[in-house]
C-alpha cells in the first residue's frame, strides 16, 4: 500500500511538472511570436525614418543650393556696380494709338 501511494505521488508529482513544461513552452513560444512581430515593425519604422532622413537631406541640399543663388544675385549687383550700371530711378512708359511695331 505504501508503494501504491508513492507511486500515486510520483504520478503527481511528474504530471505537474509535464504541465508546468508545457504551459512553460506555450508561454516562451508566444513571447517569441511577440518579440520577432515587434522587431519587425521596428524595421518598418527605422525603413521609414530612413527615406524620411534621405528626402530631408535633399531639400536641404535644394535648399542650400537656393541660399547661394540668393548669393549670387548680391555678386551680380555688386559686378555691374563696377560696370557702371546704376539701378532704375523711374519708369518711364510710352503708348501709342498705332502702335509701336507697325507692319508695312
Known sequence: MET???GKKENTFLSKTVW???ILVV???LAKIFV???LATTGGLASA???ELQELKSENERLGNQVSSLG???KISKAAKKL???PIRQVQIYRSSSGL???P
Request: charged letters at 5%.
Open 20 to 22: 508546468f513544461l508545457a
Open 4 to 6: 501504491q501511494k508513492l
Open 72 to 74: 549670387s544675385v548680391a
Open 36 to 38: 520577432s512581430n515587434q
Open 101 to 103: 511695331a507697325l507692319l
Open 84 to 86: 557702371g550700371f546704376v
Open 49 to 51: 525614418y530612413s527615406t
Open 27 to 29: 508561454g516562451l513560444l
